[in-house]
T-cell receptor, first 112, second 115 residues
């Protein structure tokens, strides 16, 4: 039973354009969401997070949107850069529960 | 400052052998986690340590898996009688504390291959 789903295994965009990575979740108890970025042979690194009391959080080129009614969140990267090419994982947790539930990841390729 | 350090980075072992994976968390981080990523899958929670509290072992897939954290710092994940399905990247992470949902800082992982 996959509680966090990233239905697109891969995404390819042109440099300078917007990248939109999507994530759906099924557990309505999740109230904190995170995005991690992973380069090959490295561990995931934290990118951005959002609490369920918000619907948007922005940090530089990265914006996360949360639609609680649809149980959907998305990560927008604009403008996309070749260095953004990586696997992006969506993760969720309940309250102070430390167990993050991860999606399977989306491989983003930004073409020069 | 140094990040989370894991060793070895790669381990190939024969089915039935025991393996030990080591994690050095970031200094001062009281919380330590083990996750694993099997091929084509997301990260799967295995075990969590927080200070002197009893660890949460609810994610360990079988009794062949165990972990300990000595002195509140270094952690060792042990897999006994390894099976081919244990092949995965084992990731360790640490964080400051539970409050404010402190982000997890991951090591580069140990890639375990059971032949």
């Amino acid at each position: 039973d996959q509680q966090v789903k990233q239905n697109s295994p891969s995404l390819s965009v042109q440099e300078g354009r917007i990248s939109i990575l999507n994530c759906d979740y099924t557990n309505s108890m999740f109230d904190y969401f995170l995005w991690y970025k992973k380069y090959p042979a490295e561990g995931p690194t934290f990118l951005i997070s959002i609490s369920s009391i918000k619907d948007k959080n922005e940090d530089g080129r990265f914006t996360v949107f949360l639609n609680k009614s649809a149980k959907h969140l998305s990560l927008h990267i604009v403008p996309s850069q070749p260095g953004d090419s990586a696997v992006y994982f969506c993760a969720a947790s309940r309250g102070s529960n430390y167990k993050l539930t991860f999606g399977k990841g989306t491989l983003l390729t930004v073409n020069p | 400052g140094a990040g989370v350090s894991q060793s070895p980075s790669n381990k190939v072992t024969e089915k039935g052998k025991d393996v030990e994976l080591r994690c050095d968390p970031i200094s001062g981080h009281t919380a330590l986690y083990w996750y694993r990523q099997s091929l084509g899958q997301g990260l799967e929670f295995l075990i969590y340590f927080q200070g002197n509290s009893a660890p949460d072992k609810s994610g360990l897939p079988s009794d062949r898996f165990s972990a300990e954290r000595t002195g509140g710092s270094v952690s060792t994940l042990t897999i006994q009688r390894t099976q081919q399905e244990d092949s995965a990247v084992y990731l360790c992470a640490s964080s400051l504390a539970l409050q404010n949902n402190s982000p997890l800082h991951f090591g580069n992982g140990t890639r375990l291959t059971v032949t």
